[in-house]
């Protein structure tokens, strides 16, 4: 087991050093990456959940938003029918890094995946689902 989790932890390294190098020039963090990356994904729009989904502590997620709208790359908006609940919005502003993101992750996929057929990858993204359940 601790192969697999070695192989997890260097690709994700790698993964996440190839985002860096590409946005390098907006002087990012780590978390504001993710969270942008998040917010682009259109999967997770509130900082508790990009704080449970990307294990990321609360209180760095929050810094991570202040800093983000400091630098007018996202926005808080209040859910229309429970005031208790802020919605984090993607700027246009934003919209050059999360593009540079997205080449940057289709050409780390097309890597990633090369030789991987889609049987092989649903098999994988099976084993995965059942490893994150088992662990949650």
């Given at each position: 087991?601790?192969?697999?989790?070695i192989?997890?932890?260097?690709?994700i390294?790698?993964?996440?050093r190839?985002n860096r190098?590409?946005?390098?020039s907006?002087?990012?963090?780590?978390?504001?990456?993710?969270?942008?990356?998040?917010?682009?994904?259109?999967?997770?729009?509130?900082?508790?959940?990009?704080?449970?989904?990307f294990e990321?502590?609360?209180?760095?997620?929050?810094?991570s938003?202040?800093?983000?709208i400091?630098?007018?790359?996202?926005?808080?908006?209040?859910?229309?029918?429970?005031?208790?609940?802020?919605?984090?919005?993607?700027?246009?502003?934003?919209?050059p890094?999360?593009?540079a993101?997205?080449?940057?992750?289709?050409?780390?996929?097309k890597?990633?995946?090369?030789?991987?057929?889609e049987?092989?990858?649903?098999?994988?993204?099976?084993?995965?689902?059942?490893?994150?359940?088992?662990?949650?």
């Amino acid at each position: 087991m601790e192969d697999y989790i070695i192989k997890f932890a260097s690709i994700i390294k790698a993964l996440k050093r190839k985002n860096r190098s590409v946005i390098s020039s907006y002087k990012l963090s780590p978390n504001e990456i993710d969270i942008l990356v998040a917010l682009h994904m259109g999967k997770f729009n509130m900082a508790k959940d990009i704080a449970e989904n990307f294990e990321i502590s609360k209180s760095l997620v929050c810094r991570s938003v202040e800093s983000l709208i400091k630098k007018g790359y996202i926005d808080t908006k209040k859910d229309e029918k429970d005031k208790r609940i802020t919605h984090l919005i993607l700027k246009d502003e934003a919209k050059p890094i999360v593009e540079a993101l997205k080449e940057n992750r289709e050409k780390n996929n097309k890597i990633l995946l090369k030789d991987i057929d889609e049987k092989e990858l649903k098999i994988f993204n099976k084993v995965l689902d059942k490893m994150k359940d088992n662990i949650s």
